[in-house]
């Protein structure tokens, strides 16, 4: 009788965990549920925008069934933005800058780990550029991590010139420094970029800020005739690029190289004048950048 009651309880929970096996399986699936808004809290709709333009979005993502595991913004069917993830929930404000096209589709795309995913889908209409805006105009000369003339950090918008020691005691206040390496040659790039620490040694490395800014670049295409001719952000606005879609260093720079950047929503161009491509060297660059 133990035996053949012994023999039940064993089927009897084998019938339990393959149902409760089914149950799990046969669940409903929830995709993760996405809200976006404006920057004032209103419901994200269509909407128009003159080139130039920045728009503040705030996107929240709240899991489903699993962890949210990918988050995309797509434009004109193009990934501006791919970010990986686990997490139960995330918000992140994006700034989409207007560019010259007339009509540009948006995609903002979340998905989980079962692949359930949710979407939403919003324009932005072109309206017309009735003034352009004034730039200002600046050359200045920086030097490469050992040079022991000029420093190697920029100030975009007080138009200095910082040593390592210098930029170290001004963190927030620097956008641009110059370095020379040999795999990445003569490059300039953000503080917060890859950059390996034996470039920049010391008490004041790069690791030691507390703040490090971020400027993103794009080479262009345009000619020094184009570059000395722009006398308002007319030209700036037609190269206009998706911030994230830009790199925190330009490298390998030679005179006659052109990149439009990016720093909180104000764009500009450089123009490499000169180079002198050593770890002692520096480079010398024309900017233009919005007021």
Request: hydrophobic letters at 35%; charged letters at 20%; aromatic letters at 10%.
């Amino acid at each position: 009788m133990k035996k053949i009651t012994h023999h039940l309880l064993i089927i009897l929970s084998v019938f339990l965990v393959a149902f409760s096996s089914c149950k799990k399986d046969d669940g409903k699936k929830i995709p993760p549920t996405l809200k976006v808004t404006f920057s004032n809290g209103s419901e994200l709709s269509d909407t128009a925008a003159q080139a130039g333009q920045s728009i503040i979005i705030q996107v929240e993502g709240i899991a489903g069934s699993e962890n949210i595991t990918y988050f995309s913004l797509l434009s004109n069917g193009e990934h501006v933005l791919d970010s990986g993830l686990n997490s139960e929930s995330f918000v992140s404000q994006r700034v989409i800058v207007k560019s010259t096209d007339s009509l540009e589709k948006y995609t903002i795309l979340i998905r989980d780990k079962n692949f359930q995913e949710t979407r939403l889908d919003f324009n932005i209409s072109l309206l017309p550029t009735l003034v352009y805006g004034n730039i200002r105009t600046l050359t200045f000369e920086l030097g490469a991590q050992s040079n022991t003339t000029l420093g190697s950090f920029y100030d975009l918008f007080a138009n200095q010139v910082y040593t390592l020691s210098e930029a170290y005691n001004n963190q927030g206040s620097v956008q641009m420094l110059y370095f020379y390496d040999p795999s990445e040659e003569s490059t300039i790039a953000s503080p917060n970029a890859n950059i390996d620490s034996t470039i920049f040694g010391g008490t004041y490395q790069l690791p030691n800020w507390a703040t490090r800014n971020e400027i993103r670049y794009v080479l262009l295409t345009i000619t020094q005739q184009d570059f000395d001719q722009c006398q308002n952000d007319s030209l700036i606005i037609a190269n206009l690029f998706q911030y994230d879609t830009g790199k925190r260093k330009a490298k390998y720079l030679t005179p006659g190289d052109i990149y439009e950047f990016s720093h909180q929503g104000r764009y500009g161009i450089f123009y490499v004048n000169a180079v002198s491509g050593t770890n002692t060297g520096t480079i010398n660059v024309t900017i233009k950048i919005q007021e």
